[in-house]
């Protein structure tokens, strides 16, 4: 979704053939995104089929350069006022694993957690070192790199801070951490029966 | 292990006798090498700080060992301690530390006029430190003149004025914002690849992420470690 309205953009600064369409893609996001031909020119035709791109000059080299409409703009003009929606639901991974983790008897969270501390910073440490090796976001194209690293980089660590802070809670109140066996309830096939038909 | 410039075998702090002591730090064994930076994490109370004032000298512990630059502390006197705080270490504290009477270049020269330079020598000294993290036209200026950024910077050369090679940081970019923390980090991470080595104590995994070993209390006991290895590795998967 993000590639399709991003190259939309793009084309709203001016008419784009196919590869330099990718080129300026590649520029703008620090080539953190790779994207081949086939998908910007799959995308395109998919823009012109909703009306929001059509095909315009063709120049002496055969390229053919695509061109925003006023549809296309407004759709630009919408995507850029409106907040990305991200999935909402808890089905993170790795909150389901320590919640589940959590209720194991004989299991140390502790170690879960910092078994995947251990990972998140590791990939820290070597975004850091991909950070540094750069000479600092002086130029343009540097900066808009460093922006998708850093992305990258807080949203690590979130997830160390997010760690820490479920360690402690666990920690301060270990009588709430549930240790649960199986039940032995057998659990009811089917839909839950009505109360009605139970009486 | 000549290549080490501090070395910690055993460190145990304790506080308090008998049933009611508690122990700080139990059993740490740690090293830091030339060149070398090692972050250490842990949530408050697992002895961070604990380690970091162990290592400076500025407390000693109840039992291990501490050595510095192959310098044995548990039998140094008081006056060697002394001149080995102001000639082998460096302090980066968080709140900067500066002292608000005298300019930039002043802070900087004091280590070394404690420590009987000339005042020349001192000067010239405190200059190049300066320099090298691009404050020298700010050598008059009182730190009240300065931004939290810039006064970490002069708090940085202070550290590693006249050749100093352990540098002890603690929670440096605790009072700056994200992007001069950034800054602050690079810097430091400059000074050590020239050959200084370095303990940074930090809670924020994003700036111990620059160290080359992260080291995890708990409880006064290292309970892991992530080294730059373990990066190396996920680069490589990632590529």
């Given amino acids: 979704m993000s590639v399709r309205l991003s190259l939309l953009a793009i084309l709203d600064q001016g008419p784009c053939y196919g590869y330099q369409l990718r080129a300026e893609f590649d520029r703008r996001t620090g080539s953190t995104w790779p994207l081949n031909v086939g998908q910007i020119y799959n995308t395109l035709d998919r823009l012109e089929r909703d009306g929001l791109v059509e095909k315009g000059a063709i120049d002496e080299q055969g390229h053919v350069y695509w061109q925003i409409t006023d549809a296309g703009r407004a759709e630009v003009a919408a995507w850029l006022r409106a907040p990305v929606e991200r999935s909402s639901g808890t089905r993170d991974e790795l909150a389901i694993k320590l919640a589940v983790a959590a209720t194991l008897p004989g299991v140390d969270v502790a170690e879960v957690i910092q078994a995947q501390r251990r990972a998140s910073v590791a990939q820290l440490q070597s975004l850091n070192r991909a950070k540094y090796a750069g000479n600092g976001p002086d130029g343009p194209e540097e900066l808009a790199w460093s922006l998708v690293v850093d992305s990258m980089i807080f949203a690590a660590e979130a997830e160390v801070r997010w760690l820490d802070h479920t360690e402690q809670r666990l920690a301060q109140h270990p009588q709430h951490a549930m240790a649960l066996a199986l039940s032995t309830e057998k659990p009811k096939r089917g839909r839950p029966a009505k109360t009605e038909a139970r009486a | ?211 080359d070993r992260i080291v995890f209390l708990r409880d006064g006991r290292i309970v892991d470690e992530s080294r730059r290895t373990d990066a190396d590795e996920l680069l490589s998967g990632t590529r």
């Fill in chain 2, 1 to 211: 292990m000549s290549d080490d410039i501090l070395r910690l075998v055993g460190v145990t702090q304790q506080y308090g006798e008998g049933e009611t002591s508690v122990s700080a730090l139990s059993g740490v064994d740690l090293a830091v090498a030339r060149g070398e930076l090692v972050a250490i994490m842990g949530a408050s109370g697992s002895g961070k700080s604990t380690l970091l004032s162990i290592a400076g000298g500025l407390q000693t512990p109840t039992s291990g060992e501490v050595v510095v630059e192959g310098r044995f502390l548990s039998t140094a006197s008081a006056r060697d301690l002394a001149q080995l705080r102001r000639r082998s270490l460096g302090f980066v504290f968080q709140d900067f530390n500066l002292i608000p009477t005298l300019t930039a270049l002043e802070n900087v020269m004091l280590p070394l006029e404690l420590d009987g330079f000339r005042a020349r020598a001192a000067r010239r000294a405190a200059q190049e430190a300066l320099a090298s993290v691009g404050l020298e036209a700010k050598d008059a200026s009182y730190p009240d003149d300065l931004s939290g950024g810039q006064q970490q910077r002069v708090a940085i050369a202070r550290a590693v004025v006249g050749g100093r090679r352990l540098i002890l940081a603690d929670e440096p970019t605790g009072a700056l914002d994200s992007i001069t923390g950034e800054a602050v980090m690079r810097m430091l991470r400059t000074r050590i690849d020239q050959g200084a080595g370095g303990i940074l104590v930090t809670h924020e995994a994003r700036h111990a992420a620059w160290a």
